[in-house]
């Protein structure tokens, strides 16, 4: 489906209130391409993703959205981000909450609500991580005493 940019505009404005309470960015820094910060990169490149993959934006027009982007940089972030939901379980957590709160349009008023989810399942994928290491550890003195 191909939106108007009306609409864009109008989900890009819910979507970057999300990510500002999910990344702790503020808004402003979101949409403009100046901060190099960790977080409103994570942000930005959500933002970057969703509008290209999801509302079908153009590299080459993405520049109407957020200020000082080019296309090359546009294609960079989609490229990176979708690396990272590939390998990144907590990257992919964390974009399938945005999602699922953006397109049921939730918003603001249960940001508490994402806010609470997102640590849960931060903390969920370092038990799982510390269990995981846990065990190849365990693998290696096996494998060292059987050899």
């Not at 999300?18 to 942000?43: G, P, Q, T, W, Y």
């Not at 934006?57 to 990176?80: E, Q, R």
């Not at 992919?92 to 918003?107: A, Q, R």
């Amino acid at each position: 489906m191909i939106y108007h940019s009306k609409n864009v505009d109008n989900i890009k404005d819910l979507a970057v209130s999300i990510l500002s309470e999910m990344f702790n960015a503020k808004e402003h820094l979101i949409l403009d391409m100046k901060s190099r910060k960790h977080n409103i990169i994570h942000a930005k490149r959500f933002l970057i993703y969703y509008l290209h993959k999801a509302l079908h934006v153009k590299h080459l027009h993405m520049n109407k959205y957020i200020k000082n982007i080019d296309h090359a940089t546009s294609i960079h972030h989609v490229k990176k981000l979708d690396n990272f939901l590939d390998f990144d379980i907590m990257t992919k957590n964390d974009y399938t909450i945005f999602v699922n709160h953006l397109e049921n349009n939730t918003g603001i008023e249960n940001i508490d609500l994402l806010i609470h989810e997102l640590k849960y399942l931060r903390l969920k994928s370092e038990l799982l991580t510390d269990k995981f290491e846990k065990l190849q550890l365990n693998a290696e003195k096996l494998r060292k005493h059987n050899i």
